[in-house]
């Protein structure tokens, strides 16, 4: 591994967003950190839908890049399927709600959950960024029950604080307001960090 750290995990369910996850992992190798990634079977669907490419031909730029190794969702051999194999934590994103049931039942009925439930049974960062509107009662509770387990519920929503003006702009500060929950280090972009009054451009204080 480049950085001599173990690697972060990345999960992509099935959930609208795929350009969160996209920027996630560009984020995390233009850093020079190692990645595992996996995708459920639906996010393929849903990457090209909202990409136009498949993951596979992202996996394969991303690849080219840095050091990133991409396991399919059934592959239960897999390093990230045991919790002896040593991860700096996990980032699910975008993260269904149908996962998120998932991880508060303890179900590993692909490799994602798999993944995920290793890190919280071994007691590592886990960050969920679910995308649901309006969340049920339900959605809530198996929230809730995540939180109480030291899991990170990131909720994909904008820091209009920030002055935002494009969606790029709005992608960045949420994926890396993720990345310093998973902890990160210079994952949240300095323009994103609140240092005091933030007045509107243009208007003199």
Known sequence: MPTGQPPYVVGISGASGAILAQRAVERLLALGHSVHLTASHT??????????????????????RGDLRYHRSGDFNAPIASGSFPTRGMLVIPCSTSTVGALASGLSTNLLQRAADCAIKEGRRLVVV???????????????????????????????????????????????????????????????IWTGRSPRPGVDT
């Open 43 to 64: 996010a393929h669907d849903i990457w090209l839908q909202e990409t136009g490419l498949r993951l596979e031909d992202d996996v394969a730029r991303w690849a080219e």
């Open 130 to 192: 679910p995308r649901e509107t309006p969340l049920s009662a339900i959605h809530l509770e198996n929230l809730l029950r995540l939180a109480k387990l030291g899991v990170f519920v990131v909720p994909p929503v904008p820091a209009f604080y920030t002055h935002p003006t494009t969606v790029d702009d709005i992608v960045d500060q949420i994926v890396g307001r993720a990345l310093s929950v998973l902890g990160v280090p210079e994952g949240l972009d300095e323009r994103f």
